[in-house]
């Protein structure tokens, strides 16, 4: 860790691992932005800068799903992953997720409240000799916060502070509405797009090199994702993958679902409410092997 980090320590003070803000060193959250300070406790611990990979996407895209089964994937050893939490807080949302699972339902909503948001460190390796370990931050953060802020910046000062440490990112994209015509997820995926440019982007001429992994969600609904999912992203999401070819370096798109089989019911207002009777994750873990793989590089 830098020695700003080690005076500011030494000082009873510990500055915020997002937005750097400095905090007593006994604060559970940080006072400025609300992220939890035991990430820099952990950081600390480990004595090297965490890498950040932030998941993004609109509400109800299944950020939260997505994730959480990450994270579990790679605590099983999937692919050959390790994966070691670094910290009790940083199971909680696979277990959260798991858990609504194996009930066949889905998980609630993320809230809106940083402070209630879920955050996980991992420290993540391939299991052989000279592995490089990814130490890897990774927040559930609620859609209706990236969108207000997207919307009217700075209204979520965490989010452009996590985004601008962010190393690399996970784009998730609602590929059964894209099928079904709707223009919804092309537009918010090109403002999200537009908005992480502007954040990480020191020169309008030249293009990012921060690793994008576009990832087309709830896949199970339109298969021919799986297929090609490049061809699938350039007819459905054209907005998109033009901002991608025009601004990123490095970009790529997958296709990706939990949810093997559905079930539908009605809840007392007569909403539609889906059901996960059957889970069957496809496509979870690749968009995070291919973003560890740009970062390795």
Same mark, same amino acid.
């Given at each position: 860790?830098?020695?700003?980090?080690? #005076?500011?320590? =030494?000082?009873?003070? /510990?500055?915020?691992?997002?937005?750097?803000?400095?905090?007593?060193?006994?604060?559970?959250?940080?006072? #400025?932005?609300? =992220?939890?300070?035991? /990430?820099?406790q952990e950081a600390l611990a480990q004595e090297r800068d965490p890498c950040i990979t932030t998941v993004i996407g609109d509400s109800n895209v299944g950020k939260t799903v997505y994730l959480g089964m990450l994270l579990d994937m790679l605590s099983k050893r999937a692919q050959d992953f390790e994966a070691v939490p670094k910290g009790a807080y940083s199971v909680n949302l696979?277990?959260?997720?798991i858990s609504y699972l194996g009930a066949r339902q889905f998980p609630p909503k993320t809230p809106m409240e940083v402070d209630e948001w879920h955050w996980a460190y991992f420290q993540v390796a391939k299991r052989k000799r000279g592995a490089k370990i990814h130490d890897l931050v990774m927040p559930d953060m609620a859609g209706e916060a990236i969108a207000a802020e997207i919307a009217s910046p700075k209204t979520f000062t965490m989010i452009r502070s996590l985004l601008e440490k962010s190393s690399g990112a996970i784009l998730l994209v609602?590929?059964?509405?894209?099928?079904?015509?709707?223009?919804?997820?092309?537009?918010?995926?090109?403002?999200?797009?537009?908005?992480?440019?502007?954040v990480l982007a020191s020169k309008r001429e030249e293009r990012l090199s921060t690793p994008v992994a576009a990832v087309l969600s709830k896949a199970d609904y339109c298969p021919e994702c799986f297929d090609n999912p490049r061809g699938f992203a350039r007819t459905n999401l054209n907005r998109l993958w033009n901002m991608c070819e025009s601004r990123f370096k490095s970009f790529e798109f997958f296709a990706a679902s939990v949810v093997g089989a559905l079930g539908y019911g009605s809840d007392n207002s007569e909403n539609v409410i889906p059901y996960p009777l059957h889970i069957a994750p496809r496509g979870i873990i690749e968009p995070f092997e291919w973003v560890l793989d740009k970062l390795g590089k």
């Open positions: 860790m830098s020695s700003a980090t080690h #005076s500011a320590t =030494a000082a009873g003070t /510990l500055p915020c691992l997002i937005c750097e803000v400095e905090n007593q060193d006994d604060a559970i959250v940080c006072e #400025s932005c609300g =992220a939890p300070m035991a /990430l820099i696979q277990h959260n997720v609602d590929a059964a509405l894209a099928s079904a015509g709707s223009p919804q997820p092309d537009f918010f995926a090109l403002k999200l797009m537009s908005y992480l440019d502007g």
